[in-house]
């Protein structure tokens, strides 16, 4: 399954969004930002590069990185060792999966939610 960039949670051209989360208990197992860093790592190879695609500090990228790998089964990141050879970072198989199905979950919930937002859009207040 390949991941394709969707709405990933972000406003459309009119300001509308529908953002999914995935809750594990009190924690956020994958929402649209860890998605998106999912993507990042796939696209750069990198928890830092990705991270500062997303003007996030290294440190805050890893902590994402280690709850979504605590929360599935299995890691969803797979990252070596830093240092003079470099360390560098993949997604695992689990991984591919369940970013490719988080993207897919995000296009489905807004094209169901579509004529409602644009209902609801119509009833807020300028």
Same mark, same amino acid.
Do not use: H
């Given at each position: ?70 929360? +599935?089964?299995?890691?969803? =990141? ?19 999966? =369940?970013?490719?199905? +988080? ?24």
């Amino acid at each position: 399954m390949t991941a394709k960039p969707v709405n990933r949670g972000k406003a459309n051209s009119t300001g509308e969004a529908i953002r999914l989360r995935l809750m594990l208990g009190g924690e956020i197992a994958l929402g649209p930002g860890k998605a998106d860093l999912l993507q990042g790592i796939r696209e750069t190879g990198s928890i830092a590069a990705a991270g500062r695609r997303l003007n996030m500090s290294y440190k805050r990228a890893w902590l994402l990185v280690d709850t979504m790998n605590r929360c +599935f089964a299995t890691p969803l =990141v797979s990252a070596g060792s830093g240092g003079k050879t470099g360390g560098g970072a993949s997604l695992t198989a689990l991984g591919e999966d =369940v970013l490719a199905r +988080f993207r897919s979950m995000e296009a489905a919930a807004a094209k169901a939610c579509a004529a409602d937002l644009k209902a609801l859009k119509a009833k807020l207040g300028k």
